[in-house]
């Protein structure tokens, strides 16, 4: 079945052009639109045995770059599955799992979602909860998760516990959990976790008291910051933590007049909105900093309004979703677009007597997910479907993740440099043209190349010959060396977001010199020597010349330098390091005993290596043994015996006895 119907947009002047796609069997339709259009696209074909939404608000997201959308639909038998489906109608939904929560969490790009299930944390099919495990004990230790979130980059997910933590088995008879860390009566932490599952989770917040529920719980698109309410007191607090378990006061509302449970997070992390809750305060929105500054009010005022419920909020905060009014067993009010200053107020449906509720808004604030039992496509339905508002066509660029080999790093001419390959893609609905890629380092260094052309679903891959010479100077041969790589960096480009165009790497660079042995003859840690006895011993000592760098070096080589308690030579370094030879009875000074005399060496190339310190010990030679040698009962001898040294004084006795 498919229909077809335009509407003039009254907000902003745009022809809309709504496409029915059925739902489970689908037959593709997919419109042609001039440029400055927006399309409605039906996601689902209910004859009244489903229904989806609930006014909690969250079981329909649009993705954030507005091409896929996740929804929970409940059947008459009570149980809820989620799905993903194409924003455009095309395909056939994806069923992600069978009885889940009825809130959900979706990425920007629409490949990955984030469920409750059977009381575990899920993303896709993974369950990341966090837990630990013994053979011994029947049932797992988990943090068992409240209300949860997930970055837009799909790097982290948070959520709120008040299970104890830090559990080990312990035996008291028999074995059990026991768990070291207590968030306390009634209370609720806030938890990060990689999303692959992976690491353990890091408390984000000190204990809160929920009398009431911690929700919702929003973050940014990096994931990092969380934004949480809490209902205490009969009133409406408003908190936001960037990690270090602690968390700031933001707002506290009178709650009779407000619900901060429909509030919305830009995904740049800037900004929250916020709305009225009951008829007669005002009728207003409430915008405001994530840090609570800038705290403003506009006072959109669509037909038949009793409330104002936010829904959703741009990746930069310049553009609101929020209702008029709210259900929870039919649509009886309407999805309206207004800017954070107030002005182009527009309704999602153009035709307002047609009503619509439980909104997703996409990042760059154009494309609308939302649910209505209206007739909307003259197809005469009556029942709950969920409905797309399509925006324009835009390019989206990205680029992706990248690493830095330090077995490619090359030294020559007195430069160091880093090749590096990176592929930008678009992977918007429309192709996009004169694309400007900036990379940049952290020594204050950029370079921009340029893309003529990308068609959607395209990528390129770009080269970079980096040169960290500058870096490395700067930290003497050791630098934590990091690029960022930008897909129009300026914004010039408008695409369905401006949040995913960057990938950053690092690499940490020793370039120095590294001592790898020092090579007596004769060893000089553990060992003693006499002064006035000479000991002439060579001490090689190893260098690469590279540091961690592939390869030994080339030459010219540098400089080893020998430091003997202040007294300085170098040594012309070879491939394999330089050699100096000390005469153990006359350059050690005697007197600095206990292993006081100090030997230091270094190798000085295009940087300066860190020190060897070696400190032997050289006794005094003996005075017994001047005065035996001027009386003649015997003699003294030195006998090398690599790495050792044999100091010996042989008596000579009488042949014959003699009596006294």
């Known amino acids: 079945m498919k229909s077809k119907v335009q509407f003039a947009n009254l907000g902003r002047g745009l022809v809309l052009v709504l496409i029915l ?37 969250g079981s329909i997201r649009i993705s954030g770059n507005g091409q896929r959308v996740a929804f929970v639909s409940s059947s008459s038998t009570a149980r809820r599955d989620l799905y993903v489906a194409n924003s455009d109608g095309s395909g ?3 069923l992600i799992r069978e009885d889940v929560s009825d809130y959900v969490a979706f990425n920007y790009a629409g490949d990955h979602v984030l469920y409750k299930h059977s009381g575990h944390l899920y993303l896709d099919q993974t369950d990341i909860t966090p837990c630990v495990t013994d053979p011994r004990i029947a049932e797992p230790a988990c943090l068992e998760p409240g209300a949860f979130t997930l970055s837009g980059n799909s790097e982290y997910a948070f959520f709120t516990s008040d299970s104890n933590w830090n559990c080990v088995p312990v035996y008291d008879c028999g074995w059990h959990w026991q768990c070291t860390f207590h968030p306390g009566f009634v209370n609720s932490l806030v938890w990060r976790v990689s999303a692959d599952g992976t690491g353990s989770p890091e408390q984000w917040t000190s204990p809160i008291e929920e009398n009431g529920g911690i929700y919702p719980l929003l973050t940014d698109f990096e994931g990092k910051l969380a934004v949480f309410r809490r209902p205490i007191d009969n009133d409406e607090e408003l908190y936001a933590s960037r ?91 309407n999805e309206w677009l207004v800017n954070r200053d107030g002005s182009d107020l527009t309704p999602v449906l153009s035709n307002t007597d047609l009503k619509n509720q439980y909104g997703s808004l996409s990042y760059d604030g154009q494309s609308v997910a939302f649910l209505s039992n209206e007739d909307i496509l003259g197809n005469g339905n009556t029942y709950d479907q969920i409905f797309v508002l399509k925006g324009p066509a835009n390019p989206d660029l990205s680029v992706d993740a990248f690493t830095l080999d330090l077995a490619a790093v090359t030294h020559s001419g007195g430069k160091y440099i880093l090749p590096v390959d990176v592929t930008v893609r678009n992977t918007g609905e429309n192709a996009a043209a004169d694309i400007k890629v900036r990379f940049s380092d952290n020594g204050g260094w950029s370079e921009t190349q340029t893309i003529d052309h990308l068609a959607a679903d395209a990528g390129k891959v770009l080269h970079l010959d980096w040169d960290i010479t500058n870096l490395l100077n700067a930290g003497k041969g050791k630098a934590a060396v990091k ?67 592939t390869g030994n070096g080339d030459a010219p080589y540098g400089d080893v330098y020998f430091d003997l308690n202040g007294a300085q030579v170098s040594k012309a370094g070879q491939s394999w390091g330089a050699q100096h030879t000390y005469d153990m009875g006359d350059d050690f000074n005697a007197a600095f005993s206990c292993a006081n005399n100090t030997l230091r060496v270094w190798a000085v190339g295009d940087f300066e290596s860190l020190e060897t310190t070696i400190q032997p010990t050289v006794f005094p030679f003996p005075g017994w043994v001047d005065w035996l040698e001027t009386l003649h009962p015997g003699e003294f001898s030195t006998e090398e015996q690599a790495p050792l040294v044999e100091y010996t004084y042989a008596f000579k006795y009488p042949e014959e006895p003699f009596e006294a």
């Open 21 to 57: 796609a059925a739902f489970m069997v689908f037959e593709p339709v997919l419109p042609t639109a001039a440029q400055g259009t927006a399309t409605y696209y039906q996601i689902t074909n209910n004859t009244g045995d489903f229904s989806y939404g609930n006014t909690e608000n």
């Open 92 to 94: 056939t939904p994806e």
């Open 243 to 333: 990690g270090g378990q602690a968390q700031t006061l933001i707002v506290r509302e009178e709650g009779t007049k407000y619900n901060l449970k429909y509030m919305a997070l830009s995904a740049d992390g800037n900004w929250i909105a916020y709305g009225t809750q009951v008829y007669g305060q005002g009728r207003h929105l409430h915008i405001l900093r994530s840090d609570g500054s800038e705290h403003t009010t506009i006072h959109p005022s669509p037909p038949n309004t009793n409330m104002h419920v936010v829904q959703g909020i741009s990746e930069d905060g310049s553009r609101i979703l929020f209702n008029n009014g709210w259900s929870s067993t039919q649509n009886t009010h």
């Open 483 to 549: 690029l960022a790589v930008a897909a129009d960096p300026d914004n010039v480009i408008v695409e369905a977001g401006e949040l995913n165009n960057t990938a950053k790497s690092s690499l940490e660079v020793d370039a120095r010199p590294r001592i790898l042995q020092v090579k007596p003859r004769f060893r000089l840690d553990s060992a003693y020597f006499l002064n006035n006895q000479s000991v002439s011993n060579p001490i090689k000592v190893l260098v690469d010349w590279n540091g961690d760098l």
